[in-house]
């Protein structure tokens, strides 16, 4: 009798640990692809201005574009084309990106309420003053605050 009972001790914290595992790798996912979405946003930002710095400029002046890490002299009406078709693909990525992670969201909730999880804060475990520390985080303070003018 106590050989059972202590293997089903023991089987349900490997049940839990299976569970706080997936969910760990899920929650790995959505950061990966928000890091991911991110990043293609960046470069559709630098495609952009660079589209924005040529597209006025004479098309048969030259211009030198990176391709594979190696530096080609081309036309600007030769680039022009490229860098926007590149803008647009990467565009349809991150909306592909967008659709999986809103996938991947309701996943992680559909996964928070069938086992029950709640986040934890580092910070404020046990205190009543966790809710309060909730708008400290550290960030970067956008414009004057009225009373440090004074």
């Known amino acids: 009798m106590m050989a059972k009972k202590g293997g089903s001790d023991a089987g349900e914290p490997a049940n839990e640990q299976v569970i706080a595992n ?21 470069e559709v930002s630098e495609h952009s201005l660079v589209i924005g710095a040529i597209q006025p400029l004479d098309p ?17 009406k030769e680039v022009l084309p490229a ?28 996964f928070e309420s069938k086992y029950k999880i709640r986040i934890r804060k580092a910070d404020g475990e046990g205190n009543d003053e966790g809710g309060l520390k909730e ?16």
């Open 22 to 42: 997936l969910y760990g790798a899920m929650r790995s996912e959505i950061n990966q692809l928000y890091s991911k979405i991110t990043e293609l946003e960046m």
């Open 60 to 76: 048969s002046r030259r211009c030198y574009r990176m391709i594979g890490g190696v530096l080609v002299e081309r036309t600007i």
């Open 135 to 150: 708008g400290s985080a550290q960030g970067v303070l956008v414009g004057p605050a009225g009373g440090e003018q004074e």
């Open 83 to 110: 860098v926007q078709r590149n803008k647009e693909g990467l565009e349809e990525v991150i909306l592909r990106l967008n659709e999986a992670l809103k996938k991947k969201k309701t996943e992680i909730a559909e």
